[in-house]
């Protein structure tokens, strides 16, 4: 963990974490409660911001709707799908 302060930042938070190969990563049990992973900005927002030039983000469009979130089997590995419309 270290100060999230360089000229490029994937994300706009104050820290950031590091791998390195010396990094020891484990598995971890799964979340026992559903999170979304998804954590979208309205269009308006967007347009009314000056936004940070530093910081990395992805522009869909405009998400106008969604269909709940459901599970699909993919080679064997339960994955969560979710249909946006734009």
């Known amino acids: 963990m270290t100060i999230n302060e360089e000229d490029y930042m994937l994300v706009d938070h104050k820290q950031k974490n590091n791998f390195y ?9 799964d979340f026992t409660v559903m999170v979304d992973p998804y954590n979208f900005s309205t269009f308006q927002y967007f347009i ?6 530093r910081v990395a983000f992805d522009f869909l469009g405009q998400v106008v709707s969604t269909n709940p979130m ?14 946006l419309v734009d």
């Open 70 to 83: 459901k599970m699909i089997i993919e080679n064997s590995r339960e994955k969560r799908l979710m249909n």
């Open 48 to 53: 009314a911001r000056n936004l940070d030039t």
């Open 21 to 29: 190969k010396t990094t020891k990563v484990r598995i971890s049990n």
